[in-house]
């Protein structure tokens, strides 16, 4: 029995979930922002940038797993490119000193 995509060391494996669970959980975070909004008038954060950059720490627990409970290190490397990648990006899309 071949064992589920999730439980395979690849390095593919590792930059899918590193770029779907930010963007899942970027989704909840502008859900959860807007429903505060609706309700109580207020926001998460004074900028609505800052949770993109609070979404990539979506990628910490399991990069935690892949790499010390599993030692997939295909895996871990591949989240942990995804993390380094995002939290880049963020900088450079909205600026350092800002």
């Known amino acids: 029995m ?11 494996v590792g930059v899918l979930m590193g770029i779907l669970l930010p963007a899942l959980f970027l ?4 859900g959860l922002n ?3 909004e609706m309700m ?3 926001h998460l954060t004074r900028k ?3 949770l993109y ?6 990628n910490l627990l399991p990069l935690r797993y892949y790499l010390a409970k599993l030692n997939y ?9 995804m ?16």
Do not use: C, N, Q
Not at 2 to 12: A, E, S
Not at 53 to 58: C, K, M, P, R, Y
Not at 73 to 81: D, F, N, P, Q, S
């Open 73 to 81: 290190e295909k895996t871990g490397m591949g989240l942990l490119l």
């Open 27 to 30: 989704a909840f975070l502008f």
């Open 40 to 42: 109580f008038d207020m």
């Open 48 to 50: 609505i940038h800052f």
């Open 83 to 98: 993390t380094i990648a995002g939290v880049v990006g963020y900088f450079y899309a909205f600026g350092i000193g800002e």
């Open 53 to 58: 950059l609070l979404s990539i720490a979506a």
């Open 34 to 36: 807007w429903l505060m």
């Open 2 to 12: 071949k064992p589920g995509i999730l439980k395979r060391d690849g390095f593919f």
